[in-house]
């Protein structure tokens, strides 16, 4: 038999192969200093955690600024609990940490490994940890055994994503109202239903100035897409459908100023379509100049918008459902992407209660848009609507957190005295 024999590879080569080793060592130290530098990035802790205080609720969030606007939302209500219990914010992320200390009075505490996050809650004796999302790292935090842990996430809709396996993993899952609870029974099987807390919207309790200013006979509609998604199923977007053309059938009236508010994850989406339709609103307002009042107030909060909108069209998501809690006297026009209508309405009921813009009515968006204008024949049903997604009135939401935030620190003194 005979035999091939493999070059052995040279001492030429395996010094080259230590000097690649070497180089790449020395690009990951630079690459660390570099993002030392931009952000000050501490290279394994916070410096001010050394000595903490006791701070029984902790609300975590261990994901890049990029994701902010999902620990932001909550601010104000983590806030005023933090005046009836002592809380902390928790973060993994320094550009996260430098951009919340930035944004609140409440302390921000700051560790990128699972050991030093380990001491802080030990340390603080945290009794309650709340999470605002579904970020993958929760579960390194969900290891803290003498905690009850807490999922609040950061909107109310009926996307797919806002319920899933993952609520099985929490102590307690804080809803909005009778439809988050039905859409928790239908999705999930061996779910105990009894860790649902009802509390509405919190942060819609909270008083937002108004930011638009009306113009002289024009009246209002905001347009507020969604974004795209991590994936089909989770893909509610209007943009690359109907965007450009719901913009120009508004845009082509004399009567009315239009407002372009995406969300967040538009302005830094990889799905081209979508950002060539963002991109080409832009244009088509831009191009109306200042007489028609049109305005892109991408850096404002949402919520500010919502009082002199006299119509929102948006996509499914949390837009829709808090104008309505806010704005339930003005019309709202959803769309469809997949122009399904019985799916749509099988997993939002808010369906039920608008107008939809889909591949069945794309074609006839002047008319449908004017006639939203015009008058709103389906405003008894958006109030009914209404009570089945939140079913509080203005302020009871918060009351009802705060309540359920400090039963819980209390419940934990307990449950471990009775181990």
């Not at 620990?71 to 806030?79: D, K, Y």
């Not at 340390?123 to 390194?140: A, L, S």
């Not at 909107?155 to 102590?171: H, L, R, T």
């Not at 100035?209 to 024009?218: H, T």
Request: charged share 25%.
């Amino acid at each position: 038999m005979s035999h091939v024999s493999l070059p052995r590879r040279s001492i030429t080569d395996r010094g080259r192969a230590r000097v690649g080793q070497f180089l790449l060592r020395v690009g990951n130290v630079a690459n660390r200093l570099v993002r030392q530098s931009v952000v000050g990035e501490p290279p394994l802790f916070d410096p001010e955690l050394e000595e903490l205080p006791r701070y029984p609720v902790v609300a975590y969030f261990a994901d890049p600024p990029e994701l902010g606007y999902q620990i932001q939302q909550w601010l104000p209500v983590l806030e005023q609990v933090a005046q009836h219990r002592p809380l902390a914010i928790v973060t993994r992320n320094w550009a996260t940490t430098t951009m919340l200390r930035a944004s609140t009075s409440l302390p921000v505490l700051f560790t990128r490994k699972l050991d030093g996050l380990r001491r802080i809650y030990d340390q603080v004796d945290t009794k309650t940890i709340i999470y605002v999302n579904n970020g993958m790292r929760n579960f390194q935090s969900l290891i803290y055994q003498r905690a009850l842990h807490v999922h609040v996430n950061h909107g109310e809709s009926d996307k797919i994503s806002m319920v899933s396996n993952q609520a099985k993993a929490y102590d307690h899952v804080v809803v909005a109202g009778q439809a988050a609870v039905e859409r928790h029974r239908r999705a999930l099987i061996n779910f105990d239903h009894d860790n649902l807390v009802v509390c509405g919207r919190p942060q819609l309790d909270l008083e937002v100035a108004p930011l638009l200013s009306p113009v002289d006979g024009r009246r209002t509609v905001l347009y507020a897409p969604t974004w795209s998604g991590e994936d089909e199923a989770n893909n509610y977007t209007s943009l690359d459908r109907y965007g450009v053309e719901i913009v120009r059938a508004l845009v082509a009236r004399d009567d009315v100023r239009v407002v372009y508010k995406p969300h967040p994850r538009v302005f830094t989406t990889d799905d081209r379509p979508v950002a060539a339709a963002h991109a080409a609103i832009k244009r088509l307002l831009a191009e109306q100049g200042p007489v028609a009042g049109h305005a892109m107030p991408f850096e404002e909060n949402i919520l500010g918008l919502f009082d002199d909108v006299d119509l929102l069209v948006t996509d499914i998501s949390s837009v829709g459902l808090d104008f309505l809690y806010l704005r339930p006297e003005a019309p709202i026009v959803l769309t469809d992407r997949r122009t399904d209508r019985e799916r749509l309405l099988a997993e939002a009921p808010l369906a039920a209660a608008v107008d939809i813009i889909d591949g069945g009515t794309a074609g006839d968006l002047a008319r449908l848009l004017a006639a939203n204008l015009a008058n709103d024949p389906l405003r008894g049903d958006r109030a009914r609507m209404r009570d089945h997604y939140f079913g509080f009135a203005r302020g009871e939401s918060s009351r009802r957190f705060l309540d359920f935030v400090v039963g819980c620190t209390d419940r934990r003194d307990a449950l471990l005295l009775s181990d």
